[in-house]
């Protein structure tokens, strides 16, 4: 199976805080290669690291990883700020080499332009449902505590991963509620660019699918999904998952979306 893909995207990786699963990012960027790296917001949660946060030799290895990438295989990173990660105001558009940071941009491939952007603007337009960012911050803390404690006794019995705060999003009302509007409101976004598609994360919710006429990806997180998306050389689009992946065989599933070839171009907003 391919090993090597044309542009990756992770987001909300929360390094800093205990829910981070970090040790699985660099297994996973070591398993793939890619000419492309988008890391698209709340890769460091500088929210938690102010607060409770710590930050270990296991975050750092993350970013040792990526160097590694830059330096052996010319992969070229492209960090998107988040909210979690809203420091980074502070110092964007920077580029130094193969790294570029950036609020936000334009990824043009393969006759196709799609906007790429952490997604928490949408908090910031929608005031009916802005509590759900506090819940996120807060209460999500919380409930990722306890889905570690469930799963702590799954594994005793050898039951696979359950992931609880997946569970109560798709069935408390308001959560499906703002995740749907959330998914719309974004794609309007992408159309009033002049886009085919947008790119995003922050929901925590990887998803490939298609709204009014415009592709909308979500490559989800690495605190419960652990997800990416994948563009291989041919245009094809797919969502990756670690928990599914075969190390030994190097084998995934695909979710592919087909488009015609082209080189990719970049550039922000």
Known sequence: METHFKTIVISDVHLGTKG?????VVRFLKQYSCDNLILNGDIIDGWQLKKSGSWKRRHTRVFNRMLKM????????????????DFLDQIL???IGNLSILKDMVYESNGKKFFIAHGDVFDSITTNLRWIAYLGDMGYTFLLWL???VNYYRRKKGLPYYSLSQFLKSKVKSAVSYIDEYEVELSKIAKAKGCDGIICGHIHK???????????????DWVETLSALAEDHDGNWQLIY????NFAKRDFSLVPLSVPNQEPRFKSF
């Open 242 to 245: 670690y928990n599914e992946m």
């Open 206 to 220: 990887a998803e490939i699918k298609t709204i009014d006429g415009i592709t909308y990806y979500n490559s989800g």
């Open 20 to 24: 981070s699963k970090s040790k699985e």
């Open 147 to 149: 889905n570690s404690r």
């Open 93 to 95: 558009p920077l580029e």
């Open 70 to 85: 830059m330096d052996c295989d010319k992969t070229k990173i492209f960090y998107l700020r988040g909210n979690h990660d």
